[in-house]
T-cell receptor
Framework: AQSVTQLGSHVSVSEGALVLLRCNYS??????LFWYVQYPNQGLQLLLK??????LVKGINGFEAEFKKSETSFHLTKPSAHMSDAAEYFC?????????????FGKGTRLHILP | EPEVTQTPSHQVTQMGQEVILRCVPI?????FYWYRQILGQKVEFLVS????????KSEIFDDQFSVERPDGSNFTLKIRSTKLEDSAMYFC?????????????FGNGTRLTVT
């Protein structure tokens, strides 16, 4: 079964520092991968998606993620953290032959930004 | 930008009561989903819906749950007899086209509290 594992339920970085949120996937074939962000008391907003067109994917708010098949990883990065980036981030997977196109979420990583 | 809207934002109900959570998906979308997130836990798939029928449902989606698209615009989730463990944030999502690479668009959620 397809799944994603997010390492670290909480990550703290200083404002201006590099953000790195880790995600590893489990899939017998290269899946489609997504990062969603959830700000406090809000819904899930798509940050970026990987659909095999390019391994380095750029998203909104300065985030990007790189698909590495050899490492089965899709880590999310941002060069310089901003206070407004404090939120919960979810990695998600959708198998390419998924009949109903549902996506499966990881457990999430809460990002804290230190002043 | 069109968005998925959910009402109410917060619903409090007593154990054993029926609740209906309402969603208005993006108008030209064809695929609809319900997810839930128990406080502090991962976002879990409940059910997918296409062409006026359920495409797939998870183990969570037992006989107490049902979905309906009564009028071509609303998409509802009914819980027939609520239990304490149904307390969670419920997210509606929709997508416009088939294909695992097409992302889901989520609403802001309904927080259901069962007392």
């Amino acid at each position: 079964a397809q799944s994603v594992t997010q390492l670290g339920s909480h990550v703290s970085v200083s404002e201006g520092a590099l953000v790195l949120l880790r995600c590893n996937y489990s899939s017998s074939v290269p899946p489609y991968l997504f990062w969603y962000v959830q700000y406090p008391n809000q819904g899930l907003q798509l940050l970026l998606k990987y659909t095999s067109a390019a391994t380095l994917v750029k998203g909104i708010n300065g985030f990007e993620a790189e698909f590495k098949k050899s490492e089965t990883s899709f880590h999310l990065t941002k060069p310089s953290a901003h206070m407004s980036d404090a939120a919960e981030y979810f990695c998600a997977v959708s198998p390419p032959m998924n009949r109903d196109d549902k996506i499966i979420f990881g457990k999430g990583t809460r990002l804290h930004i230190l002043p | 930008e069109p968005e998925v809207t959910q009402t109410p934002s917060h619903q409090v109900t007593q154990m054993g009561q029926e609740v209906i959570l309402r969603c208005v998906p993006i108008s030209n979308h064809l695929y609809f989903y319900w997810y839930r997130q128990i406080l502090g836990q991962k976002v879990e798939f409940l059910v997918s819906f296409y062409n006026n029928e359920i495409s797939e449902k998870s183990e969570i989606f037992d006989d107490q749950f049902s979905v309906e698209r009564p009028d071509g615009s609303n998409f509802t989730l009914k819980i027939r007899s609520t239990k304490l463990e149904d307390s969670a944030m419920y997210f509606c999502a929709s997508k416009g086209r088939q294909g695992a690479g097409s992302p889901l668009h989520f609403g802001n959620g309904t927080r259901l509290t069962v007392t």
